[in-house]
């Protein structure tokens, strides 16, 4: 396949594949199986293409920027394409067992929904990665919000749909910023391609309002703390293939976005300072959702407020970005980190899932005995949280470890003590499920089977974050020449 | 991809793919289980012994990776790993011995020996990391492992032993990973190297490496019970007994005491941290925890929380030695690595038969326990006497280098130390003997159950007979070449300028 039809298909494969399991319900489960499976390969071949050759670029129907659609890929986006999907096909396999529509009406009606707006997502993801323009990424950012607020409304409870309508109102909001900045930079510059604006941007205050009300409007998407606040009710309440969906994936749409604007089109334009107020953000959600995650009740709320605390991480890389003279490792650490997190929470997302469903409930205190009930779950969860913790041999630990090195090169002490402190907050919550989970079991208590291939697919998640600890140099590979600083040509 | 390498992965392995298998086995799947076990703890000792020719022949297997920009795993086999090594692979096998016996018709079992494997996979990692950041992998890879080991039972009590032992042991990893980190920050990735890797920095960062050495002994203090650290040890004591083995003689408080080992000789040198004057803080240090621990043991009637305490004494031992410049108290030191292993995991051992035949658990109930079990109070008494520094016994040798050393190197308060610690050490041990041996039994045990003709099961027999000898052994043919005082010899020979 070539290089050209590999990135148009990223998008459209799926899309097409949204229709026609909207259009044909019977067929949704085959249809989505069949789609993710297909965009593992393409996104695969991406990564070989990108890191054959580097940039990709490609206008869609030969109309040239700034007029036309143009897709572009770089070691970021692919790193980011395959992560997805990845990812993607684990999640839908757990989603097979998850949504096979047997069990009522409701079920049904969930199954029918769930694979068409699923597909709708990866398009979505797959399309922002693979922006090059300020408004293309307004329209898949967009898309991206709405379909992942209808799949939290997919579970259909009061609280969920309470959830869903708080999502919605801030993926709004946050477009409408992020709409506001594009247009007063369009004003100003006369460009939204992203290269083009590079090159023209100078740091007026126009320039600075303009990156300002964008960030604002992404912190809000990617759940920043003080923004994060939508974040645990509805990462908590929708079905588990969604919540990880929606923590490992989604929410790394808007810094990803973030990095772009920062270090490829504002390098040099933003201010120190300001990048100082974006790590002072990063690291109070560090220590703010961890703080949340170790008094919380139900461990699927838990786990969402651990997503809080862990993209506090990987905003921490603003300010070290901004002084550092070898920016190649922190890209590096702060990539690692976030597929690290996407693999462990998306993992440690479904088996609590599956230990929901097995127990009919995810009240941690009454979790007790689970690793005998569910052992292959609650390994799981262990694995993932060794990850989160941030302890060897897994990529939680080589993210950490990379930005720890840098914090504490550049001698911004305090990025290091949050570093530390979070890490053993991390550990104090996952200590919290792990010791009920190896408790004994007052009696012989209830559990419902659950598909093989829920829990195989929850533990294989777990086992990439860890494996990915040993092999993290493939991702430094695909990102030295990207994002300035980064040691390329 | 050389032999040597393959001998270097393969003894990682043979205990860590036996972990991953057991893990997926039913629990029923017993004699599947233990001959799994026993072949991987076989086939690890086989691939030391390998090892130790290739090194003895004077190959210096090597291998590393590169994980990420700026973190390289290395593995290496140098004089000081094969000693730990073989430790730890050797007394593995009977560990596992011993628990296949201790645990039979107990629940979890593929969950207990899956992360017991795995936690000496972490052992031997540690002891073969040839820098420091793969050595901060295998730490944490061995508090990961354990922790589901202490908490074996999953009673309330056991539950909350977890807890203390968690929060100690990843509180000291995380200054340990800071302590690491910096380091870095300063002088590069560390590979151990003997007589130090810092020349190139002492220099120009003098107080930094202070405060550092000092950060790196409170991360590896908590595992080596170092006062006041110890607290999580005597709480853990509600692990099973052969877990209780295992931390005290092979994997947990041993890690702790080779990273000071490491850490002085390794990674600063001893000449350095001389120089620096970090050592004489931290033989004060031993020194406290020795006199503090034995004390404490003094007050203990449950038998596993005084030998508990015990451990935190005798432990230190290997780090005083460490902390006093010269040959002799190096060789004191680095010889209790293996003389403290091989005592006190016979003592829990024979702790464990105790508790498991006639349901003892505190020292009270010990009256004439040697009349019913002959062959496991022989084999405590060859322990304990060792642990006092009864001659030819293994604690001997260590306690004659460590007053040689501290004597030639002006530190005369040492000797004090050491002769209050004996005395303190036989104040504890010897009440139980003089129970065992001399006074008559009660009329009936707590809980007795029957073996047929032996004293106890054989699996839980034959482990501390052995390593009894062991301890005899290693007092007796000190001198001989291969004793454990002749490889500590080699590597106090190597630690020191010609």
């Known amino acids: 396949v070539s290089a050209d039809a590999t990135m148009a298909l990223l998008v459209m494969l799926p899309l097409v594949a949204a229709i026609g399991a909207f259009v044909w319900p019977r067929w949704a489960r085959p249809v989505g199986m069949a789609a993710t499976l297909a965009l593992l390969f393409l996104g695969a071949w991406l990564v070989v293409l990108v890191s054959r050759s580097g940039h990709l670029s490609q206008a869609i129907g030969g109309w040239a920027a700034p007029l036309g659609i143009r897709l572009h890929a770089d070691g970021l986006s692919a790193m980011l394409v395959g992560a997805v999907a990845a990812i993607g096909v684990l999640i839908s396999i757990h989603a097979h067992g998850e949504f096979d529509g047997s069990g009522g009406k409701e079920s049904a009606r969930r199954a029918r929904y769930f694979w068409p707006l699923w597909l709708f997502l990866l398009a979505a993801l797959n399309a922002l990665f693979l922006s090059g323009d300020l408004f293309n990424l307004y329209v898949t950012l967009e898309l991206l919000g709405l379909a992942a607020v209808a799949l939290v409304a997919l579970s259909g409870g009061r609280a969920a749909l309470a959830a869903a309508e708080r999502y919605l109102y801030v993926s709004l909001v946050g477009s409408l910023l992020y709409l506001m900045g594009v247009a007063l930079l369009y004003g100003g510059h006369g460009t939204v391609d992203l290269a083009l604006l590079a090159e023209r941007v100078e740091p007026t205050t126009h320039a600075r309002v303009a990156l300002v009300l964008m960030t604002g409007g992404l912190m809000m998407k990617a759940a920043l703390f003080p923004a994060h606040f939508w974040l645990p009710p509805a990462h908590s309440s929708a079905p588990a293939p969604v919540s990880a969906a929606l923590s490992a994936l989604v929410v790394k749409g808007g810094f990803y976005v973030l990095l772009r604007l920062w270090f490829e089109v504002f390098d040099g334009a933003a201010v120190p300072d300001a990048a100082q107020v974006v790590g002072a953000l990063g690291a109070a959600a560090v220590l703010w959702g961890s703080v949340q995650a170790m008094i919380q009740e139900r461990l699927k709320l838990l786990v969402a407020y651990s997503t809080v605390a862990q993209i506090g991480y990987l905003f921490l890389v603003f300010p070290l970005a901004s002084n550092a003279t070898d920016r190649g490792v922190l890209w590096t650490g702060a990539l690692v980190f976030l597929l690290a997190h996407a693999a462990a929470k998306s993992g440690m997302f479904l088996a609590a899932g599956n230990i929901k469903r097995a127990a009919g409930h995810d009240r941690i205190r009454d979790l007790d005995g689970i690793t005998h009930t569910r052992p292959l779950s609650a390994f799981t969860i262990g694995l993932a949280g060794v990850s989160l913790i941030g302890l060897p041999p897994t990529a939680g630990f080589v993210g950490k470890w990379l930005l720890l090195g840098a914090a504490l090169e550049q001698g911004q002490w305090w990025w290091v003590g949050v570093i530390l402190v979070g890490s053993l907050l991390a550990a104090a919550y996952m200590i919290r499920v792990l010791t009920h989970a190896f408790m004994l079991a007052p009696e012989e208590t209830p559990s419902r089977p659950i598909p093989r291939r829920m829990e195989w697919s929850a533990f294989a998640l777990a086992v990439l974050a860890l494996l990915l600890g040993f092999f993290a140099a493939a991702p430094a590979a695909l990102l030295a020449d990207v994002l300035p600083g980064g040691g390329g040509p | ?498």
């Open chain 2, 1 to 498: 991809v050389t032999l040597p390498q393959v001998v270097l992965l393969g003894i990682l392995l043979s205990s860590f793919v036996t972990g991953c298998v057991i893990f997926l086995l039913k629990e029923e799947s017993h004699r599947l289980r233990t001959s799994l076990n026993l072949a991987g703890a076989a086939l690890k000792v086989a691939l030391v012994c390998v090892l130790l020719w290739l090194v003895l022949g004077d190959e210096s297997p090597h291998l590393s990776m590169t994980v990420a920009p700026g973190i390289v795993l290395a593995l290496g086999a140098d004089a000081n790993s094969v000693f730990f090594v073989i430790l730890s692979s050797v007394l593995w096998f009977w560990t596992t011995l011993y628990a296949v016996g201790y645990l039979e018709d107990s629940p979890h079992r593929s969950r207990f020996f899956g992360f017991f494997s795995l936690c000496v996979t972490a052992t031997v990692g540690i002891a073969l990391a040839a820098n420091l950041i793969t050595f901060l992998l295998f730490y944490e890879l061995l508090t990961i492992s354990t922790f589901p080991l202490v908490v074996h039972r999953g009673t309330a009590k056991a539950m909350s032993a977890g807890k203390v032992y968690l929060a100690y042991t990843l509180g000291g990893g995380a200054v340990l990973l800071l302590a690491v980190a910096w380091l870095q920050s300063i002088a590069g990735p560390v590979a151990f190297t003997e007589r130090g890797a810092l020349a190139a920095v002492v220099e120009s960062h003098p107080a930094e490496l202070r405060v550092l050495f000092f950060l790196f002994v409170l991360g590896l203090g908590v595992k080596l019970a170092l006062v006041p650290l110890h607290g999580w040890l005597p709480r853990a004591m509600v692990a099973p007994a052969p877990v209780s083995s295992l931390l005290h003689a092979v994997a947990v408080v041993k890690a702790g005491a080779f990273g000071v080992v490491r850490l002085v000789y390794d990674v600063y040198g001893i000449e350095t941290a001389r120089d620096l004057g970090v050592l004489g803080p931290l033989a004060w240090l031993a020194a406290l925890t020795i006199v503090y621990g034995s004390v404490r043991a003094l007050f203990q009637d449950e038998l596993k929380k005084r030998l508990a305490f015990s451990t935190v004494s005798q432990v230190s031992y290997i780090t005083l030695g460490t902390a006093i410049f010269g040959p002799l108290a190096t060789i004191g030191g680095v010889v209790h690595l293996v003389h403290q292993g091989i005592m006190k995991i016979t003592l829990f051992f024979a702790a464990g038969n105790y508790a498991e035949t006639l349901g003892i658990h505190r020292v009270s109930e010990m009256n004439g326990v040697g009349r019913r079990m002959p062959w496991t109070t022989v084999a405590f008494t060859v322990g304990a006497l060792g642990m006092i520094g009864i001659p030819p016994l293994a604690g001997y040798v260590t306690k004659f280098y460590l007053k040689k050393g501290a004597v030639t190197a002006g530190e005369d308060w040492v000797t004090v130390v050491l002769v209050v610690s004996s005395l303190l050490n036989a104040a504890y041990f010897l009440p139980i003997l003089h129970r065992a041996w001399l006074l008559p039994p009660a009329d009936r045990w707590p809980a007795e159950r029957k073996f047929g003709r032996l004293e106890t099961h054989w699996m839980l027999l034959l482990p501390p007979l052995f390593t009894a000898a062991l301890v005899v052994l290693a007092g007796l043919l000190a001198d001989a070449p291969f004793s454990p005082l002749a490889w500590a010899r080699l590597i106090s020979g190597r630690e020191y300028g010609p």
